[in-house]
T-cell receptor
Framework: EAGVAQSPRYKIIEKRQSVAFWCNPI?????LYWYQQILGQGPKLLIQ????????DSQLPKDRFSAERLKGVDSTLKIQPAKLEDSAVYLC????????????FGPGTRLTVT | SQKIEQNSEALNIQEGKTATLTCNYT??????LQWYRQDPGRGPVFLLL?????KEKRKERLKVTFDTTLKQSLFHITASQPADSATYLC??????????FGRGTSLIVHP
C-alpha cells in the first residue's frame, strides 16, 4: 500500500511571499492532519479534517494559514504571507476512521523562510 | 495549562541493554497514549498505542506502561540494537483533546 505523499520536499522562500504544500493521504483514509514541526520540538497539530470537513483548526494561525480538502481526498496547506518563524517541517498524516488513533505520516516539507 | 514532558537529554546506552524512555503529562486525562519513532528527515512512524484502562502493552521487543495516577508512561526497548537509534515521541489524545506530541527523546545505542 502506498504511503502518504507530500510535495514539495523542500521549499525556500522570502518573508512575505506565499507558499503551498500538497498532501495525498493513504487511499481510503478519511482523517487527514497537518502538523508543524519546528526543529527540536514535537509535531504541533494545525488542522484535522474528517473527509472534507474540519474537525479542529484551533491552532491554525488563520490570519496567514489556510487549508482545504475539497473532495475529501488530497489536501493543500497555504501560508500567505510567510514569516521567518514559519520555518519548520510541515507534516501531513492520515488515519483510517475505523482505527483513527494510528496516524501514518508523510515525509514532510521542509520550509525555510529567509 | 496542559503539558507533556519528555527528557530533552539524549539517552546513550550499550547494545543489548534495555532502553527506558519516560513521558510525563500534566493537566490531561487522555483516553490513550501513543509512541512514535522519528528518524532524521522523516515523518514519525507509529509504534504502539495504550488506552487509559490498560496498564501495559507489548509488541516484540517493545513494552509500554501507562500509569494514569502518576500521569506517566514508560517505553522500554529490550535487547537494544544500534538500528534502534532514533527520536521517540509520545502523543496524547482522545476525549476532548486534540492529538498532542511531546518534543521527543533521542536514543543512541552504541555497538
Amino acid at each position: 500500500e502506498a504511503g502518504v505523499a507530500q510535495s514539495p520536499r523542500y521549499k525556500i522562500i522570502e518573508k512575505r511571499q506565499s507558499v503551498a504544500f500538497w498532501c495525498n493521504p493513504i487511499s481510503g483514509h478519511a482523517t487527514l492532519y497537518w502538523y508543524q514541526q519546528i526543529l527540536g520540538q514535537g509535531p504541533k497539530l494545525l488542522i484535522q479534517f474528517q473527509n472534507n470537513g474540519v474537525v479542529d483548526d484551533s491552532q491554525l494561525p488563520k490570519d496567514r494559514f489556510s487549508a482545504e480538502r475539497l473532495k475529501g481526498v488530497d489536501s493543500t496547506l497555504k501560508i500567505q504571507p510567510a514569516k521567518l518563524e514559519d520555518s519548520a517541517v510541515y507534516l501531513c498524516a492520515s488515519s483510517d476512521s475505523g482505527n483513527s488513533y494510528e496516524q501514518y505520516f508523510g515525509p514532510g516539507t521542509r520550509l525555510t523562510v529567509t | 495549562s496542559q503539558k507533556i514532558e519528555q527528557n530533552s537529554e539524549a539517552l546513550n546506552i550499550q547494545e543489548g541493554k534495555t532502553a527506558t524512555l519516560t513521558c510525563n503529562y500534566t493537566n490531561y486525562s487522555p483516553a490513550y497514549l501513543q509512541w512514535y519513532r522519528q528518524d532524521p528527515g522523516r515523518g514519525p512512524v507509529f509504534l504502539l498505542l495504550i488506552r487509559e484502562n490498560e496498564k501495559e502493552k507489548r509488541k516484540e521487543r517493545l513494552k509500554v506502561t501507562f500509569d494514569t495516577t502518576l500521569k506517566q508512561s514508560l517505553f522500554h526497548i529490550t535487547a537494544s540494537q544500534p538500528a534502534d537509534s532514533a527520536t521517540y515521541l509520545c502523543a496524547l489524545a482522545g476525549g476532548s483533546y486534540i492529538p498532542t506530541f511531546g518534543r521527543g527523546t533521542s536514543l543512541i545505542v552504541h555497538p
